[in-house]
Nanobody, 120 residues
Framework: QVRLVESGGGLAQPGGSLRLSCTPS????????IGWYRQPPGSQRALVAT???????TYADSVKGRFGISRDDHDNVVHLQMDNLKREDSAVYYC??????????????WGQGTQVTVPS
């Protein structure tokens, strides 16, 4: 059973910064891709940023230039550095990981979510 433990959410002022961390219960480099999604109130969950096993990164257009995702294999953690936060970044942020089996089957895992609030 894979668990993803998130930390680092909270309250930040507009223009401020937060860093989210996701620690999987298994080695981070064993996942095909790992990253973050977010879900504002009344909206669907949407991709924020991901990093693949070979360290390719993807970002939502709304966070490009402000957020950075990184993977630390030694500490077994994935960080999401969020700078220049805006009110519209307020959401529950979920760590997401995907593993691909040798046969090509994909297995998806989710964390429990961490709240990020940026007041207006």
């Amino acid at each position: 059973q894979v668990r993803l433990v998130e930390s680092g959410g909270g309250l930040a002022q507009p223009g401020g910064s937060l860093r989210l961390s996701c620690t999987p219960s298994q080695s981070v480099y064993t996942f095909y891709v790992i990253g973050w999604y977010r879900q504002p109130p009344g909206s669907q969950r949407a991709l924020v940023a991901t990093i693949t096993h070979d360290r390719k990164t993807t970002y939502a257009d709304s966070v490009k230039g402000r957020f950075g995702i990184s993977r630390d294999d030694h500490d077994n953690v994935v960080h999401l550095q969020m700078d220049n936060l805006k009110r519209e970044d307020s959401a529950v942020y979920y760590c997401h990981a995907m593993r691909k089996s040798e046969s090509g089957d994909l297995y998806t895992y989710w964390g429990q979510g961490t709240q990020v609030t940026v007041p207006s």
